[in-house]
């Protein structure tokens, strides 16, 4: 079992940054890849970020490419996503997202149904 929580969502003007965690407990992070998705009102889940057990891989969408970078700090057992250039349209409740299936360590994962363990989310709204 693996339990996440998300922090450092918040309201931020467009053109700002913001970076957001991920802790994890129960389960060492450092056997998971990882992931960062959204939901932006009344849309579907989209991925946004997606990192590798060893971190040496990383995939984003276009929408995000340039302005958004996803890290880990395996012995911190927490990921982040640091969060620049921000458009009104990134406003959404960003969730992580973690999956411990046996991979290659420099798998990256990009499907919602990859993954097996969610947190909550947290909600970042950005202003125009």
């Known amino acids: 079992q693996v339990q996440l929580v998300e922090s450092g969502g918040g309201l931020v003007q467009a053109g700002g940054s913001l970076r957001v965690s991920c802790a994890a407990s129960g389960r060492t992070l450092s056997s998971c890849a990882m992931g960062w998705f959204r939901q932006p009102p009344g849309k579907e889940r989209e991925f946004v970020a997606a990192?590798?057990?060893?971190?040496?891989?990383?995939y984003y969408p276009d929408s995000v490419k340039g302005r958004f970078t996803i890290s880990r700090d395996n012995a911190k057992n927490t990921i982040y996503l640091q969060m620049n250039s921000l458009k009104p349209e990134d406003t959404a409740v960003y969730y992580c997202?973690?999956?411990?299936?046996?991979?290659?360590?420099?798998?990256?994962?990009?499907?919602?149904?990859?993954?097996?363990?969610w947190g909550p989310g947290t909600q970042v709204t950005i202003s125009s």
């Open positions: 997202a973690a999956s411990p299936r046996a991979a290659a360590p420099n798998t990256v994962r990009i499907l919602p149904g990859e993954y097996d363990y």
């Open positions: 990192i590798s057990r060893n971190g040496i891989t990383t």
